[in-house]
């Protein structure tokens, strides 16, 4: 029997009918184990992001694994995780001033972190917030896309004394989001220049007599090129609970770490193209691509082993994506020949390339034994 | 004062504080009205893809426009169209012969339409049915994606007479999606290459014996291009109910019929760099993009007048998008001295480059008189 095959048969036997995305649980407690002793290694509090997973019992593994404060990137998240047992969050969003009745809200039953850039923020929130919350403050070491460039402590002195008129606002940082850690250079030099640039900013206001502050930095490719994260107060990577397409690309992580992938009904075989339709699209995988020799490509099969999911099967990409409709492709003959043994009514196992934006589209996972875990829906 | 800032304070008027999408009712109608117009003149019936708006409410409007029949892409969204009165519905999507019960229950309260385009699937269909359906053969005539090749008669009439023996399975016409009037070539040549190659087909069918049989298309750049679609019996565009940056390029429809746009907050100003940044990723847009001269565009501004969207800002572009962050950049000096005028807590309208994933993003909506309107969720 092929893998493809015996794949299916896994997936059937599992309740799969429908696209579905899967969790590899053992996986992706590994992977929350693995950071979890890294920042113990290094004495930072690991503060994981979840809009990864977005998902109470997800949050409940990093309980486990002794991770007791979160981060977001919206107050409905915040709110949701509230709602499950998290009493310290982080919403590391520039602050909205429109919703400053909902952080109030919030910040009356949990320690609230919030985080700006700019001073028409701070005055509003100042002004309008009935609960104290801790403010961070958005530093730009190189990413370019938020934040006060890492250099003008002249800006950030400002808005420190600034909050610090704010009966409401307790100053607990500096923050940053190295996200030029995906896309331009060396993934560990970029950990180390954040690093860097975090700490000096943080001396240069303490010798202004502004702090004493923290340092918080987050990008998973940064910290999975990095053993130890000494030097920094918090930790706030998230992808890493599941990785992906893209990590892998970037060397953050191996094929054995990908933790989640969307199960997905073969509807059509087209052996003259060597191709194979599925029913899933842009809606399940998001239109994030890699591009690759022969083009774009929006995940790659996967197959599952009794034990979970196995290594990255050679030789097929998911080619195009519509709204509901997905476009494998066999390349080379060994794939080609598997190729023959689908038809309608199979399920296939792909993994996709952004697991953020592919999870963001489910509202329900299922892990291997076929439980049915919850995760937070917007409004 | 500007644009944007009457706008930031007309939206503010409606309650929006946080990313919304929203839509232009007015605006919306007069697209179902014009299509619906365009089907009565053309003696075909409208039979439009609700995979676009996926709403209760919205599906109103097309009811008032005297539509009776609905496509989907899904069996949830089938299910969710049954329970708000629909009763004739076509699953335009290959059959996932593992969801043959649920076919079946639906298939027991309306009329249910089902595609393929194999003969794996007729027979597991026909055989695990308990309810009759209506079939629909997937012809491809040049898109390349699902269908048998409108020239293999051989194959359609050997589905033919396969659904034939199916007691279950009513052969009710042969259906394509002519998706290549999105990027090849014109669209009204699409269009009547499409209606030419599907009712040789049926006539050739029609000679071995096979039929009557109807014919069905539907692709919103074919159809807007069109005044008259004589000659088929059922169309099922969709995404004309709102279009979206992609119509507009691809010359579909003018910057006037755009009917949604998603409402953002601005959480940091950039005077230096021209952009400004919005709590508007892509779970909010979706990562469909437009390739300009100056880059990838996700989106342009739109200002909301007293009598509801008005035209395209020029200047501005969505330039690029995290999750849930994204950066608008103002070219030339009209922009950037509106830019001037921007600050966090301000809101701005954003039209999406495809309506369908961005709509897909959002749990509901609202439309200019305030009202939230819902919209089908996935489980």
Known sequence: MSELHATSIRLQDLGIDRTTLLIDERR??????????????????????????QSATVGDWFREAGVTRATVSSLGQAAYFADHGWDDILLAMGVNPLEVAGYSALAARVRLGLLTDNATTIAAIGAGLSQPVSLWLDVDVGYGRTGVAWKDTETLGALARAAGTAPALRLAGLLTHAGHSYHDQDAADVFASSLHRLTACRDALASSGIGPLAISAGDTPGFAAVDLWTGLDEARPGNFVFFDLMQLVAGACTAGDLACAVASPVIGVYPDRNQVVIHGGAVHFSREHLLEQQGASFGRLLTLGPDGFSDLLEGWSLVSLSQEHGVLEARGAGAQ???????????????????????????????????????????
């Open 337 to 379: 020949s598997e190729l023959q043994t689908l038809q309608p009514g199979d399920l296939v196992m792909i993994a996709p390339v952004h697991s953020c934006l592919s999870c963001e589209q489910f509202t329900s996972y299922r892990t291997l034994d076929g439980t049915r875990i919850q995760r937070y829906r917007r409004d």
């Open 28 to 53: 992706a407690r590994a992977n929350i184990d693995r950071f979890a002793a890294r920042a113990r290694a290094s004495g930072t509090v690991l503060r994981p992001h979840f809009k990864t997973h």
